[in-house]
């Protein structure tokens, strides 16, 4: 059994230096059992290159990492075949047929299969689950871009990994096909307890998403909480906005909920339209990512998830 006390992924003074060149600074968080956490920062962060170091893909120069228990650098292939990864794109034969190749790659991960997590997923309740039951007995080279990049995510999660990779899981899905797979991601997380450490450029997804985002920028975490978190922190105060009587109010908070509350209290169901508006992700980021590339503040909730 596994012991939802342990994190899946522990980090802790990760650097990687390239020749003279430091790419990541000492980066340190941690990922919990069914637990979605969301890497954000601008090309060139380090992003990539710490999740290729998680994947056992590449070697750290320094730092502690420890994944499903075990150091990724020596990871075997009964520790790889717990981890799914979705990159953002591979190759393949264009000849293959969707069902075909999952059961393929399925049987792979049969000799792995214990009695708390069986392996693989059932073919068609896969292809099932990313939508793509009327499109099974395709060939891969006549699948759309969104099709194929539902097959991408079948292909990661087939071996029901307990930590899965996603690298812009939803680059080229239509806007159905996106809320879709939103809803599988919750399903991962929710009802199976797969912990998800994914990429996105997309800020509202990562919202929608993750239950903690990690900002990194210039190589370090300058960021670690929920979206909600790290709004409060960087604005400071909510707007508070509603009704009572036609007449539309507006107030600056720094405690919303306390201000509702008291207002409900005081004007009962006269109060309509109610709205609390914080700081948007994209405003928080921004923000964040100024101040550390200023040199301002940079260690915005991290104490708060225990990194140090």
Not at 109 to 118: F, H, L, M, Q
Not at 178 to 203: A, G, P, Q
Not at 204 to 233: H, M, T, Y
């Amino acid at each position: 059994m596994r012991d939802p006390a342990v994190p899946v992924v522990r980090v802790r003074g990760l650097r990687m230096r390239y020749g003279a060149n430091d790419v990541l600074h000492g980066v340190g968080f941690e990922a919990h059992r069914g637990e979605v956490v969301c890497l954000l920062g601008p090309n060139g962060a380090g992003k990539t290159t710490t999740i290729e170091i998680l994947e056992g893909f590449r070697m750290r120069s320094a730092g502690e990492v420890s994944v499903l228990g075990a150091d990724p650098a020596h990871g075997g292939e009964d520790w790889r075949a717990r981890l799914g990864v979705v990159l953002q794109s591979w190759r393949d034969h264009g000849k293959w047929r969707v069902r075909e190749l999952l059961a393929h790659l399925g049987r792979y991960y049969a000799p792995y299969s214990t009695p708390e997590i069986p392996r693989p997923w059932d073919a068609d309740e896969l292809i099932a689950a990313v939508g793509l039951t009327e499109h099974a007995h395709k060939k891969l080279k006549n699948l759309s871009g969104g099709q194929r990049r539902r097959l991408d995510v079948a292909i990661g999660i087939v071996g029901r990994p307990e930590l899965l990779f996603l690298d812009e899981p939803t680059a080229g899905f239509d806007p159905e096909a996106r809320r879709e797979f939103h809803d599988l991601v919750h399903r991962l997380s929710d009802e199976l307890d797969t912990t998800i450490l994914l990429t996105t450029h997309d800020l509202d997804e990562a919202e929608k998403l993750a239950d903690r985002i990690l900002i990194l920028n210039g190589g370090r975490i300058v960021a670690d909480g929920s979206a909600d978190a790290l709004s409060r922190q960087v604005s400071g105060e909510a707007e508070v906005r509603w009704s009572v009587g036609g007449r539309r109010f507006v107030h600056l908070t720094t405690e919303a909920t306390k201000f509702v509350y008291d207002l409900f209290k005081q004007h009962g169901d006269a109060v309509s339209d109610l709205e609390v508006r914080r700081a948007s992700l994209e405003d928080t980021y921004m923000t964040l990512v100024h101040r550390a590339e200023t040199g301002g503040e940079t260690q915005l909730g991290l104490q708060e998830a225990g990194v140090r």
